[in-house]
């Protein structure tokens, strides 16, 4: 079972230094989430680990046009925070005496009843004003910091992570959850309704908020599904493209909770850079994936060649993701529609295929033979064996040594083989590698006492009890 990650958003006036808070505590963890193919920036939203916690980061400086009025825009935009926020960081100028601007923020996130924490950004200037200044505004937690000259950040994080659940890892319930993704207007709800009307074996409506993920529990051939549908993730009216909008994060939530996501496309507006980046975040989180065309029954004249035609430019879009199977659909004459559950049970079967390590070894070392894998002049990447550590989706370590010098195009060739051996359509593999050379000096260090026991170092310690 998956969980919903916890939001925390960032919010004030203009030139407060949001975005260089935003900036600071995403770079800190090396976890930028916008790696999506087709993305042109990456700087509002972001995933946070720390300290065994992880979290949605959001800033809102790039949530709306730089060129609106402050009056127009910020009602709404503190609206969504505190909707969908579990914790609301207000950031105000500490160099400038608090502004009515700054009390209606204020009061506006408290009034949210979320945990409000009060951020007094550009504390290392000189005329910075005494913390006490900014008790007026209400908010009992007020941090200093200086997110130019990275002061108080680990603070602000500490204090974050005390409002937030730690992660950890839940035990499988045995419910597949679906999630429909896509853009506005392309047919999630209709198909959502379709498929929950189909089966007569409705479990519950599960309740939820008006303005959250809409789920619905059923049954099928005997197995206990649950549809996330994401139809709510932009208002009627707002056609900004790309990730701009709050309520995006439902649509990210109901990523992380899901095991596969359909991603559905309109048959008459097919391949827009939105999809590319909606396809690339499922990928990202690991989850199963199909793309789906809806609305079929809209194309005239189609036939076999109409969708022939179609599949590869479809797949073109989607070369990143070509182990994505790709299923055409209509609601209104209900083609298919029963077929995506069948095609959700095989996902989760291939995302939980367990392969033999001996297989494994025989195609590295076929691999090997046939094409090995380049470096430089007098240093090349030894790949000594291979092993499946974990599923959903399937994971696999590579042991050898130089391998920092192994080429993406021979990480690609790597996969393609073991899709080749077993059957992974619908699910993404991830491939690690570990150095023995640095495993061994690591191991060497903790036992002196030189350095001390990292995460990574536990992770590498929970891999080999798998192999052994």
């Not at 959850?177 to 896509?182: F, H, K, M, N, P």
Request: aromatic letters at 8%.
């Amino acid at each position: 079972m998956a969980s919903k990650l916890p939001t925390v958003a960032i919010i004030g006036q203009a030139n407060v230094g949001k975005s260089s808070l935003f900036n600071r505590m995403v770079r800190a963890q090396q976890a930028i989430v916008a790696r999506e193919a087709g993305t042109t920036r990456d700087n509002v939203l972001g995933k946070v680990e720390y300290k065994y916690h992880e979290f949605w980061l959001v800033d809102t400086a790039g949530l709306k046009d730089p060129n609106d009025e402050f009056e127009a825009t910020i009602q709404e935009q503190i609206t969504e925070a505190a909707d969908a926020a579990d914790v609301i960081l207000v950031v105000v100028d500490s160099t400038q005496y608090v502004s009515d601007q700054d009390r209606f923020v204020a009061k506006k996130a408290l009034r949210s009843k979320k945990p409000v924490i009060l951020v007094t950004n550009k504390t290392d200037l000189k005329d910075a004003l005494p913390t006490d200044e900014f008790k007026r505004l209400g908010i009992k937690t007020i941090l200093p910091a200086s997110a130019e000259h990275n002061r108080g950040i680990l603070t602000v994080l500490d204090n974050i992570v005390e409002h937030i659940p730690a992660k950890h890892e839940e035990q499988d319930d045995d419910v597949l959850r679906i999630a429909l993704v896509g853009r506005p207007n392309v047919g999630k709800s209709y198909l959502f309704n379709t498929l929950a009307g189909k089966q007569q074996a409705i479990v519950a409506n599960i309740a939820g908020t008006t303005r959250d993920v809409n789920r619905v529990a059923l049954k099928y051939g005997g197995r206990s599904i649950e549809l996330l549908d994401t139809a709510g993730m932009r208002k009627p009216g707002k056609q900004e493209v790309g990730i701009e909008k709050f309520s995006v994060l439902r649509t990210l939530q109901a990523i992380e909770e899901a095991d596969v996501c359909f991603l559905l496309m309109d048959v008459n507006e097919l391949n827009t850079q939105l999809d590319q980046r909606l396809g690339g975040i499922i990928d990202e989180a690991g989850k199963g994936m199909a793309i789906v065309i809806s609305k079929w029954d809209s194309v005239e004249g189609k036939d076999a060649y109409t969708r022939d035609a179609l599949a590869p430019r479809i797949a073109h879009t989607f070369n990143f993701t070509p182990w994505a199977p790709l299923i055409f659909t209509s609601s209104v004459t209900g083609q298919n529609v029963t077929k995506l559950f069948d095609l959700a049970l095989d996902i989760e079967a291939h995302r939980k295929t367990q392969t033999k390590t001996r297989t494994l070894n025989d195609l590295l070392q076929k691999a090997i033979q046939k094409h090995p894998p380049a470096g430089l002049k007098n240093t090349h990447p030894k790949l000594r064996y291979i092993v499946q550590t974990d599923m959903s989706p399937p994971w696999f370590v590579i042991y050898g040594s130089n391998l920092k010098f192994v080429h993406w195009s021979y990480k690609r060739y790597l996969e393609r083989l073991i899709r080749e051996t077993y059957n992974f359509a619908g699910t993404p593999i991830r491939l690690s590698f570990r150095d023995e050379k640095q495993i061994k000096a690591n191991k060497q260090r903790i036992a002196e006492g030189k350095a001390p026991v990292t995460k990574a170092y536990k992770q590498q310690k929970n891999e080999e009890n798998k192999t052994t």
